[in-house]
């Protein structure tokens, strides 16, 4: 899987739009970039603004804010096999539902040939780093927040979600902010995976070469459609799991396709996992070359609050005299950037 159209500058593949001072919250001494439903809510606004994430050793996660990728190195786990290099886009994104009474709220926003599907842009009301990229949805009285961080150190990304009921009559009957959603309705959560296992400068398509089986322990999912590429592991806490097999084709990436490269691909889902939400407030996933223990999520998380803590502070201790917003912000962003080397 080559794609001889490659950029010919490896950085072209990394470029991230910059902020205007109004993007900036203050938290905790340190700016917080956040943009609303304004933003989100125009897609062609949004799609100018990326994030992204990164482990140290030349692998990272990234999209727009919406999550609606536009390169071919968009994705959720970005693997660097042989750090810092050997980078292989292993999964994709994921496609999320929210499913009240059999009724369908998706949450993703992906571009086909002449159209965008689903909408799910139109439901986000928020994305903030904080410190790490949060993206908020509301529907039908549900708040949705969605976290993604990367295990520094490791190829490993971790998303998380939380449910809230914004509804006042739900509130007062339940006396709480942390609770069981309506109790009136079946309320179900779905995920599903898309997968591409290639090298990131080039594409996926539809093949009979793919290895769609996976093993399934408890907690764990493990796949490995090609063998030259290393195994995905899915740690997870979802109520069901569902095989599915099939493939969704013809993605376009928008840079691409302005840049004059290829800009279709095709992404594999090997299986669904649904959270029943009548009974549940959160739901964890744990995308990594190494099995993890989804167990352990809360400590991966405040792990990593605090090495970026502490690494926030080291980067604004050099800039005491400085008061330009945007040079403290790139002064904490540059840790991102630095690779160890295998």
């Known amino acids: ?54 482990n140290g050793l030349g692998g ?3 999209s727009t804010i919406t999550n609606l990728n536009t390169r071919r190195y968009h994705g959720l786990l970005v693997a660097a096999t042989r750090p810092p290099v050997g980078r292989s886009v292993l999964l994709s994104k994921l496609e999320e539902t929210l499913i009240i009474d059999g009724q369908r709220f998706e949450l993703s926003s992906n571009q086909y040939p002449g159209v965008i599907h689903p909408r799910g842009y139109e439901y986000q009301t928020e994305f903030r780093l904080d410190p790490f990229p949060v993206f908020t949805y509301r529907i039908e009285g549900i708040e949705i927040e969605k976290s993604v961080f990367m295990i520094h150190g490791e190829n490993t990304t971790v998303v998380q979600y939380e449910f809230r009921v914004l509804d006042p009559e739900s509130r007062r009957r339940n006396n709480d902010t942390d609770f069981i959603l309506h ?14 296992f290639r090298d ?16 399934a322990e408890e907690n764990l999912l493990t796949i490995k459609p090609y063998t030259d590429l290393p195994a995905l592991h899915f740690a997870h806490d979802a109520d069901e799991l569902e095989a599915a097999g099939h493939w969704y084709r013809n993605f376009e990436y928008k840079i691409e396709r302005e840049r004059g490269f290829d800009f279709r691909e095709d992404l594999f889902c090997p299986f669904f996992l649904k959270v029943d939400l009548n009974s549940r407030t959160h739901f964890n996933l744990i995308a990594s070359i190494e099995p993890k223990d989804v167990s352990r999520v809360d400590g991966y998380r405040q792990a990593e609050i605090e090495r970026r803590r502490e690494s926030n502070l080291s980067a604004t201790a050099a800039l005491v005299t400085h008061d330009d917003e945007l040079v403290t912000a790139l002064a904490v962003a540059a840790d991102a950037y630095i690779v160890a080397r295998g």
Request: some cysteine.
């Open 1 to 54: 899987m080559s794609d001889k159209d490659q950029p010919s500058r490896h950085a072209e593949g990394h470029r991230f739009a910059v902020c205007n001072s109004q993007d900036y919250t203050k938290k905790g001494g340190i700016n917080m970039i956040r943009f609303g439903q304004e933003t989100c809510a125009k897609l062609e606004s949004a799609l100018t603004r990326e994030w992204l994430e990164t």
């Open 60 to 62: 990272f996660a990234s």
């Open 183 to 196: 109790s009136s309705s079946l309320i179900l959560f779905e995920i599903r995976p898309l997968v591409a």
């Open 200 to 215: 990131y400068h080039s594409f996926a398509h539809e093949n009979t070469a793919l290895d769609s089986q996976f093993q």
